[in-house]
């Protein structure tokens, strides 16, 4: 996952999370956790179409 320094007080980034809406956090959570570099390699996957979506039928192997 690449990385970025970036110098911002620490109450204008407390300020900056507070604002953020529910979706906001939840994406945020992901991304300071492990599984939030997973996600973003799959997303590049998906962008890069190296790997395709799979339809809901095969999603829930209905």
């Not at 507070?18 to 979706?23: A, F, M, P, V």
């Given at each position: 996952m690449p990385e970025m320094k970036v110098n911002v007080p620490i109450r204008q980034?407390?300020?900056m999370i507070?604002?953020?809406?529910?979706?906001e956090l939840?994406?945020?959570?992901l991304?300071?956790?492990e599984k939030g570099s997973e996600l973003l390699k799959r997303n590049q996957d998906l962008k890069s179409q190296k790997v395709e979506y799979l339809s809901e039928d095969e999603?829930?192997?209905v």
């Open positions: 980034l407390a300020s507070n604002r953020l809406n529910r979706k939840e994406t945020l959570s991304f300071l956790t999603a829930f192997d």
